[in-house]
């Protein structure tokens, strides 16, 4: 991504704890850990996932060496980053798991996705990446999606209302890249619903 510097690129530095549970720490290191993740969000919000890393550190008022201590490379911050959007869409897939209408349920799950990829901009394209890096960090909150995807998605497809050779992995892809498309297309804000429209079309038998 932009601006990486050389222990970015090296990429997951040995096994990294999952970024969304941090090991127990002391008080100085947990506040640092929680300013750090604080104007990552401030500053992916505002510039998108390709945002200066020394520059949150900065903002945080630590070095980036303490930076990279908590976040070995940028996808492990993205990761801690997205911890809180992926705890709500899984709670969110369990409430829909009781929706009368499965082909719903599962496309307004997939439009939740969208929504919260679309809070930081790049962050739709880091996941459409990760999808095929099962040693990226971001790649560590696809299992527990994939899980709740499949249930919301073979409720539909027991239903009849949903093809049977449709794969959950797909979907994800796919979704990613309708919330890629109405990133890169802002002024047309109705985008992603009719590219999600077209999508249920194509799940029908």
């Known amino acids: 991504m932009a601006g990486a510097t050389a222990p970015e690129r090296a990429g997951t530095q040995g096994p990294v704890e999952n970024p969304g549970v941090p090991r127990a720490m002391r008080a100085d290191a947990r506040r640092n850990y929680e300013r750090l993740l604080a104007e990552a969000r401030s500053a992916f919000a505002e510039h998108g996932t390709g945002a200066s890393l020394e520059d949150v550190a900065r903002r945080?008022?630590?070095?980036?060496?303490?930076?990279?201590?908590?976040?070995?490379?940028?996808?492990?911050?993205?990761?801690?980053?997205?911890?809180?959007?992926v705890d709500e869409l899984l709670a969110r897939s369990r409430e829909l798991l009781d929706a009368p209408q499965p082909c719903a349920a599962l496309v307004d799950w997939l439009r939740d996705i969208i929504t919260h990829a679309s809070e930081y901009r790049g962050l739709s394209r880091a996941l459409m990446s990760a999808s095929q890096d099962n040693g990226s960090d971001l790649a560590r909150c696809s299992g527990p999606m994939h899980e709740a995807g499949s249930a919301l998605l073979l409720r539909?497809?027991?239903?009849?209302?949903?093809?049977?050779?449709?794969?959950i992995g797909d979907l994800l892809q796919l979704t990613n890249a309708i919330a890629l498309a109405a990133e890169e297309t802002p002024d047309e804000p109705q985008l992603a619903n009719r590219l999600l429209t077209l999508t249920l079309r194509g799940l029908k038998p």
């Open 60 to 85: 945080a008022g630590v070095g980036i060496g303490t930076l990279y201590r908590h976040f070995p490379n940028r996808h492990a911050l993205m990761s801690a980053v997205f911890q809180d959007a």
């Open 156 to 167: 539909a497809q027991k239903a009849g209302a949903v093809r049977p050779d449709i794969s």
